[in-house]
């Protein structure tokens, strides 16, 4: 009888499937830290996990494991050579919510033009007067370059469509396997489309370096955009900063930080221009459920031999 371990809150839909399911026993912990479940690893045979880490040595201690389910897309805080090390397999939960990062991503690039933080505090402080600046601004007719055309990046596109924006995406993966059919354009390079670009969008997994920095600040037009919904570490924070300071970044919308949650003297929270969610992108309340069924059903799909191989995102296993 497979042993799982649930780490971290998960909506009630994915609990009732695991109560619903027979041959299954679990321990839940709801705390979001690796300490807090890190003692019941041993025992476990699969583990579903939120963004908490699974480091090296807790996957050690992990004599029984044979699957971990991510609750979500994301895996960077799980040590994947340690699981290719032992040919268990990550599995991801799929499309269950690249329709309300995106509609986020939307809602933060429509918050930075219209200068939402500005214009709220002007009515909450009293300074009614602030409209006649005319600080906000449209974005029909705006250049938006979506970094990482993906699921997300498609539903953002269509998105902006409707707000008749000029669109065009870079994503090198794409552009080597063949770009998709669609009105999007690619750009050739980063630096071709930052340079091109009103309004930049980042929708790309985190890769070692920064991949918007100083150098890439500085080839975006005076006065741009630049909003972040992937992960923290992909916009350099230093360099965001400056720019923003220096005003060649007009505004930023920010769901995602390096260090998470940011110390409340993180110098980007002073910028009244810069919106900050604290990482909800892809928690909706829809989305929520429907990423806790899938995490659970990928164990029991995996158990059962029917696993989505596309699932899997560390190889063949």
């Keep these: 009888m497979p042993h799982l371990l649930i780490a971290g809150k998960?909506?009630?839909?994915?609990?009732?499937?695991?109560?619903?399911?027979?041959?299954?026993?679990?321990?839940?912990?709801e705390e979001s830290s690796e300490p807090s479940y890190a003692p019941l690893i041993g025992k476990a045979d699969a583990l579903v996990i939120?963004?908490?880490?699974?480091?090296?040595?807790?996957?050690?201690?992990?004599?029984?494991?044979?699957?971990?389910?991510?609750?979500?897309?994301?895996?960077?805080?799980?040590?994947?050579?340690?699981?290719?090390?032992?040919?268990?397999?990550?599995?991801?939960?799929g499309d269950v919510?690249?329709?309300?990062?995106?509609?986020?991503?939307?809602?933060?690039?429509?918050?930075?033009?219209?200068?939402?933080?500005r214009a709220d505090n002007a009515v909450r402080n009293?300074?009614?007067?602030?409209?006649?600046?005319?600080?906000?601004?449209?974005?029909?007719?705006?250049?938006?370059?979506?970094?990482?055309?993906?699921r997300i990046g498609h539903h953002l596109?269509?998105?902006?469509?409707?707000?008749k924006m000029d669109i065009r995406a870079f994503d090198p993966f794409l552009a080597e396997r063949g770009w998709p059919e669609g009105p999007v354009r690619?750009?050739?390079?980063?630096?071709?489309?930052?340079?091109?670009?009103?309004?930049?969008?980042?929708?790309?997994?985190?890769a070692g370096a920064p991949l918007l920095g100083a150098k890439e600040f500085t080839r975006l037009k005076q006065g741009a955009i630049v909003v972040n919904t992937?992960?923290?570490?992909?916009?350099?924070?230093?360099?965001?900063?400056?720019a923003l300071a220096d005003g060649r970044i007009a505004a930023a919308g920010l769901d995602v930080f390096d260090d998470e949650p940011p110390k409340q003297d993180h110098p980007l929270l002073a910028f009244d221009q810069v919106?900050?969610?604290?990482?909800?992108?892809?928690?909706?309340?829809?989305?929520?459920?429907?990423?806790?069924?899938?995490?659970i059903q990928n164990v029991f799909d995996f158990f059962a031999g029917r696993l989505d191989r596309d699932l899997i995102v560390n190889g063949n296993f």
């Design 50 to 93: 939120r963004t908490q880490p699974l480091s090296a040595p807790t996957i050690a201690e992990a004599a029984r494991l044979q699957i971990v389910s991510r609750h979500g897309v994301g895996y960077d805080s799980v040590d994947v050579a340690a699981l290719n090390a032992r040919r268990i397999p990550l599995c991801v939960v």
């Design 230 to 242: 992937a992960r923290g570490g992909i916009v350099d924070e230093g360099a965001l900063t400056a």
């Design 126 to 150: 009293g300074a009614w007067g602030w409209r006649n600046r005319l600080e906000a601004g449209d974005i029909s007719g705006k250049r938006l370059l979506i970094i990482g055309y993906g």
């Design 97 to 117: 919510n690249s329709q309300s990062v995106a509609e986020h991503a939307m809602m933060l690039i429509l918050a930075c033009a219209k200068q939402l933080i």
């Design 275 to 295: 919106a900050h969610t604290p990482h909800i992108a892809g928690l909706t309340q829809q989305a929520a459920e429907r990423m806790a069924v899938s995490s």
């Design 10 to 29: 998960l909506h009630p839909a994915g609990i009732a499937l695991l109560k619903s399911a027979n041959g299954f026993t679990y321990d839940y912990v």
């Design 157 to 163: 596109a269509q998105m902006a469509e409707g707000f």
């Design 186 to 206: 690619p750009a050739a390079t980063l630096a071709e489309g930052l340079a091109w670009a009103d309004i930049v969008s980042v929708h790309m997994p985190k």
